[in-house]
Nanobody, 123 residues
């Protein structure tokens, strides 16, 4: 019913930049919060940044001042601009969205995840 399609991952040297994009599509009535999580090998998935429908943002302490989350509501798309990348930022990055969807019968709250995109930062 809902798809999140991510793009923009890749390999970059330390100090470089990448921009991730995530577009939501499907039977969406409203997108509440969109955000990015990441999971490094052997570690738990962690929140990187989130953007609410009201415009509030929050960031993991480890990325504050380096990453910026933004959102284009007309395109149902969230972006993550990542600057001053460090090797410890290497992970699979997942888009996440909390939505209100139409099932064909009723409205429902729904949580969707993207397929993940690899970000690798070399030292």
């Amino acid at each position: 019913q809902v798809q999140l399609v991510e793009s923009g991952g890749g390999l970059v040297q330390a100090g470089g930049s990448l921009r991730l994009s995530c577009a939501a599509s499907g039977s969406i009535l409203r997108i509440n919060t969109m955000g990015w999580y990441r999971q490094a090998p052997g570690k738990q998935r962690e929140l990187v940044a989130a953007h609410t429908s009201g415009g509030s943002t929050n960031y993991a302490d480890s990325v504050k001042g380096r990453f910026t989350i933004s959102r284009d509501n007309a395109k149902n798309t969230v972006y993550l601009q990542m600057n001053s990348l460090k090797p410890e930022d290497t992970a699979v990055y997942y888009c996440n969205a909390h939505l209100t969807i139409w099932t064909g019968v009723r409205m429902e709250d729904y949580v969707s995840w993207g397929q993940g995109t690899q970000v690798t930062v070399s030292s």
